[in-house]
């Protein structure tokens, strides 16, 4: 590789297009969102990841109305057939691609696929997601917990970009949406598995973003505050606390292909960022009386840190106690 430094000269005019699409497509998401919607979808082709449920399940349907040829991804061909049967059945178009994203073969597979039977994809959603909620000190002996959450949060949603942009950028069009959390802004307790995916997922995307603003691909990260889906659903405490509806969950999707913003982000979410960057400790004080304040069933098999330090003293056969 030369090491000698070489310069090109930037192209400057589609910053002003992009500045104009930007305020265009924000005031008619204000004034008439569902005709905007039908005017951004109508004739595309969406791949939508984790369509077998709860969001992706409410997003899929209201593409397919809006005119969008709808692909499918989830590892529940049945359920997916449920879903594209009806779309069907009410005049949409929709395709199904089961599919283990976790296995990034089968993300090149369905990414293929769908290439060969619709041409291109104009739309990428990576909306499938896996959340665990687990304190760090339980998860000493479950290294597991972080590979699973990235290689599903961060390494499918990649793959699956990798796979579908360079059709975008041949075609100079096209848009990415990565569906993230709140979590990024709030850092709540007992997601550091999970949220060091999403994290590492919005870094992406925001690197990409700056990467292809001369161009006319764009990218979005969406950050959710809890939404009552089926993911939610085991931890009780949630049952007791105000969160999102599904259909509003929805609409900040549309929004989000609408309006091509790189952020849809809550008034709980500008609060939260806004605290931690302006009052770092305090934020962290309420995470952390919050995260002492509920108890948590520490998992099978589990090692305190008291019994690991005096087996670490005592030597791995206990060794240092007989000689005492
Ligand atoms: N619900 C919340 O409170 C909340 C808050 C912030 C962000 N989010 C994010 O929103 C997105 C959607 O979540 P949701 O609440 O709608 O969850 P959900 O109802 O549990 O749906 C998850 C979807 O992901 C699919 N999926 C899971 N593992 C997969 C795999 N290995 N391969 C392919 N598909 C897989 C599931 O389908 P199969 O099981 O059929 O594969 C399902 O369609 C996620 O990225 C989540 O992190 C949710």
Redesign the pocket.
Known sequence: MSSELKFRLPTIRPYFSRLRDHWSWNTRSVIQPGTALRRRVSGKVVML????????EGVAEKLAEAGATVLL????RD?LNVIAERIQASGGKAGVYP????NLEECDRICEQAQQDHGRVDILIN?????IRRSIKFTYDRFHDYERTLQ??YLASIRMAMNLLPGMEARNEGHIIN?S?VGVQANPARFSAYLGSKWALEGWTWVAANEFAHTGVRFSSLN????R????APTKIYQYMPVMSPETAVKWMLDVIVTQNKRKLGVFGKGALAMYYLLPKTSESIVNVSYQSIYEEPPENYVSSKARAGKAANGPEGKNQERA
Request: proline share 6%; aromatic share 2%; net charge positive.
């Open positions: 990841t984790g369509a077998s449920s709860g969001i992706g991804v989830a590892r529940n359920k599919a283990d994203l976790t909306n499938a997601g896996r959340s599903l949060n569906v959390t959710y505050p809890l939404v889906t089926p993911m939610i």
